[in-house]
């Protein structure tokens, strides 16, 4: 009888055997499957509904509140000239060109009592008056009577101005009630509203157009005026 060969070792049986090598290959790769399962399973997962670390909030800015300062008072509005009006004390216009007293002028139309009025001197006349220009311009200008009351006691006024020509613009007293007035064709008449204590003085202005700045006339109650 024949005897059957058996089967070779080693290397040799490797060779002849694929299956095998594959048969090995799929045994590694199911462990570490395995193993990687296991690890993963391992790992604690975050709670559901956890919310991320909150970030740290930067403090808020405090700004000091500014300390208001303080406004100057502005400057009192000298009186002006108003537009062609007659008898009544002039407003001023913002932009309407029309020219303003004398800002260096003292204030005008408040009657000023001393504590010892001086007596009218014989021959004296009881209300003084002095003429001036206060301001001129192209066509016109302002002019002023400033009146003092030498006598012992209050009185009224009456100052009568003439010019060659021109015209009257307007006339006030400032502060004061305003007075009457009554033009002619050469010039013009203005009664006091108020009367003026002892001592004490008041100023007539007026703004005239086209006319020369020395009147022809110039009366405080008859007696003419100084400074012509």
């Given at each position: 009888?024949?005897?059957?060969?058996?089967?070779?070792?080693?290397?040799?049986?490797?060779?002849?055997?694929?299956?095998?090598?594959?048969?090995?290959?799929v045994?590694?790769?199911v462990?570490?499957?395995?193993?990687?399962?296991?690890?993963?399973?391992?790992?604690?997962?975050?709670?559901?509904?956890?919310?991320?670390?909150?970030?740290?909030?930067?403090?808020a800015?405090?700004?000091?509140?500014?300390?208001?300062?303080?406004?100057?008072?502005?400057?009192?509005?000298?009186?002006?000239?108003?537009?062609?009006?007659?008898?009544?004390?002039?407003?001023?216009?913002?932009?309407?060109?029309?020219?303003?007293?004398?800002?260096?002028?003292?204030?005008?139309?408040?009657?000023?009592?001393?504590?010892?009025?001086?007596?009218?001197?014989?021959?004296?006349?009881?209300?003084?008056?002095?003429?001036?220009?206060?301001?001129?311009?192209?066509?016109?200008?302002?002019?002023?009577?400033?009146?003092?009351?030498?006598?012992?006691?209050?009185?009224?006024w009456?100052?009568?101005?003439?010019?060659s020509?021109?015209?009257?613009?307007?006339?006030?007293?400032?502060?004061?009630?305003?007075?009457?007035?009554?033009?002619?064709?050469?010039?013009?008449?203005?009664?006091?509203?108020?009367?003026?204590?002892?001592?004490?003085?008041?100023?007539?202005?007026?703004?005239?157009?086209?006319?020369?700045?020395?009147?022809?006339?110039?009366?405080?109650?008859?007696?003419?005026?100084?400074?012509?």
């Amino acid at each position: 009888m024949r005897r059957v060969p058996r089967p070779p070792h080693g290397p040799v049986a490797i060779a002849t055997s694929p299956w095998i090598v594959v048969g090995a290959g799929v045994v590694v790769m199911v462990v570490l499957l395995i193993v990687a399962l296991g690890a993963y399973r391992g790992r604690s997962p975050a709670p559901d509904g956890a919310q991320p670390p909150a970030l740290p909030v930067p403090s808020a800015v405090v700004v000091a509140p500014s300390v208001p300062t303080s406004v100057p008072s502005p400057a009192p509005v000298l009186p002006g000239i108003s537009g062609r009006a007659s008898g009544l004390p002039p407003s001023a216009a913002a932009g309407s060109g029309s020219p303003t007293a004398d800002p260096t002028a003292g204030p005008i139309g408040k009657p000023s009592a001393t504590r010892s009025p001086s007596r009218a001197a014989p021959g004296q006349p009881a209300m003084t008056g002095r003429y001036r220009v206060v301001q001129s311009f192209d066509g016109g200008f302002i002019g002023e009577v400033a009146m003092v009351n030498t006598s012992t006691r209050s009185r009224g006024w009456t100052v009568r101005l003439e010019f060659s020509g021109g015209r009257l613009v307007t006339a006030w007293v400032e502060g004061v009630p305003q007075g009457t007035i009554r033009q002619s064709d050469d010039g013009f008449t203005y009664v006091s509203g108020v009367d003026v204590s002892p001592g004490g003085s008041v100023s007539l202005r007026f703004h005239i157009e086209r006319a020369s700045q020395t009147p022809r006339a110039c009366t405080v109650d008859g007696v003419r005026c100084n400074g012509l």
